[in-house]
Nanobody, 127 residues
Framework: QVQLVESGGGLVQAGGSLRLSCAVS????????VGWFRQAPGKERDIVAA????????YYTDSVKGRFTISRDNAKSTMYLQMNSLKPEDTAVYYC????????????????????WGKGTLVTVSS
């Protein structure tokens, strides 16, 4: 069972930046896709960004395109989310997730096929 631990959340002013990290314990390979989701108060958990573990194919939800960058360091078994030009509406608990198997990329970006979640890290953007 893959375990995920997020870090890097905090309080930042609008326009600022944060980098989230997700440490992965367990072996990932070409069958895996990893991603970031977020859940704002009173809202559902939604996909933010995703990346295939070996191929590097990426996905971003429209609201973060041009501001957020997802990356992974296979050697360190860590995934990152660089968040720039933060807005108050980015305030949420951010979770990392991993999906496995055939079609994991297409499943994860639709919120499915996920076999492990982190516990989340809170990002608060003040106006």
């Amino acid at each position: 069972q893959v375990q995920l631990v997020e870090s890097g959340g905090g309080l930042v002013q609008a326009g600022g930046s944060l980098r989230l990290s997700c440490a992965v314990s367990g072996r990932l390979d070409s069958s895996n896709t990893v991603g970031w989701f977020r859940q704002a108060p009173g809202k559902e958990r939604d996909i933010v960004a995703a990346i295939t573990w070996t191929g590097g194919t990426t996905y971003y939800t429209d609201s973060v395109k041009g501001r957020f960058t997802i990356s992974r360091d296979n050697a360190k078994s860590t995934m990152y989310l660089q968040m720039n030009s933060l807005k108050p509406e980015d305030t949420a608990v951010y979770y990392c997730a991993v999906a496995t198997g055939s079609g994991s990329y297409y499943k994860l970006i639709r919120g499915g096929g996920i076999n492990s979640w982190g516990k989340g890290t809170l990002v608060t953007v003040s106006s």
